[in-house]
């Protein structure tokens, strides 16, 4: 059986009606570059940059970000790389010594990611120069994590420029037409997607925390895990809305989120018309096998109908229905 998926990974992401859809892998860190290598992953859709602050006693410089990068999108070149700036909360930055912060009582509703970002730019910064020089060795992409109002894609993009513009300054390389993409994870940046989409290359769905934002159910919470449902049709409807108002905008939709990465949900994902698909390495033969498998005018007729329950049963119900070659 595992010789039998590892066969999948020079096989296109195709459904058995010719429909493609694009399978990248997602990491934290740039030792785990050979192994998306050996996936057969056409890219990376979410590099989580935040690992690089964990178990030290000084903020990383911008050389330390740069290295990294540098490492990452030389490797994967000339596919994709989509560097996620930090998604750090500011508790977790304040017990690590790195920042003098009140202590937070709701860390996830808190000063997290792009608000963190914002609210000490040079921080931000650092992290973005290094992510533009690194454009400058690899195919590489720029995305913003937990982006809740339009504003804040303002303001991280006028923080872009001008770090651009410094570089072009001091006369440094990098791609001057660097996509930026941005995670849809928090309800209000879903319901507003018409809005973003307009103003952004590309966006990713991070369901770990749309999931737990729009349910209202701890992520890391054991007493309320069986609340915390990818098909509940609230999730699905937005997961909709995402695809379909960016796609109108013409712009792609990736999923970065756990949901992303596993099969079972692989044909209500493409029947709703995701185009890619970012998972850990490891699931890549997995996901694949399941799309190399289905009909997509299959699954879109499935989709259309799990969109008009109410319950999660009944959408149960649907996929076991779900005919694979
Ligand atoms: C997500 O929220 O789905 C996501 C991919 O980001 P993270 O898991 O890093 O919060
Ligand atoms: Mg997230």
Redesign the pocket.
């Known amino acids: 059986k595992r010789k039998e998926l590892e066969k999948l990974k020079d096989l296109p992401a195709e459904t058995i009606d010719s429909h493609k859809v694009l399978i990248f892998a997602n990491i934290d860190n740039p030792d785990e570059v050979q192994s998306v290598l050996d996936s057969g992953a056409m890219g990376i859709g ?1 590099y ?1 940059t935040e690992f690089m602050y964990f178990n030290r006693k000084t903020m990383p410089s911008e050389k330390d970000h740069f290295e990294e990068y540098f490492k990452v999108a030389e490797a994967i070149s000339p596919y994709p790389t989509i560097i996620r700036t930090i ?1 750090l909360g500011g508790d977790k930055l304040t017990r690590m010594g790195l920042l003098s912060m009140k202590h937070e009582e709701n860390p996830f509703l808190g000063l997290r990611a792009i608000r963190l970002c914002l609210k000490y730019p040079d921080i931000f910064v650092d992290q973005l120069r290094a992510v533009l020089k690194a454009s400058a060795y690899g195919k590489v992409k720029l995305m913003y ?1 937990m982006i809740s109002t339009l504003e804040e894609l303002h303001e991280a993009n006028r923080i872009l420029e001008k770090v651009k513009q410094d570089l072009k300054k001091e006369h440094i390389k990098f791609d001057e037409k660097i996509e930026v993409g941005s995670m849809i ?1 928090v309800p209000s940046a879903a319901m507003i997607i018409e809005a973003i989409a307009k103003e952004v290359d590309f966006v990713s769905i ?4 749309l999931i737990q934002y729009t349910l209202a159910v701890d992520r890391v919470n054991e007493n309320v895990a069986s609340l915390y449902d990818p098909l509940h049709p609230t999730i699905l409807r937005f997961i909709k809305r995402i695809i379909d108002e960016s796609h109108k905008a013409g712009i792609d939709v990736g999923m ?2 756990e949901m992303a990465g596993d099969p079972y949900y692989t044909p209500v994902l493409l029947g709703l018309g995701l185009d890619e698909f970012s998972v850990a390495s490891a699931q890549i033969p997995k996901i694949k096998r399941v799309i190399r498998n289905i009909s997509f005018g299959n699954v879109q007729r499935i989709a259309e109908e799990i969109l008009k329950c109410g319950d999660r049963d009944s959408i149960s119900k649907i996929i076991s229905t779900i005919q694979m070659q």
Do not use: I, S, W, Y
């Not at 991070?206 to 925390?209: A, I, P, R």
């Open positions: 979410l989580r998604d994590p994870e991070g369901t770990n925390d970065c989120g």
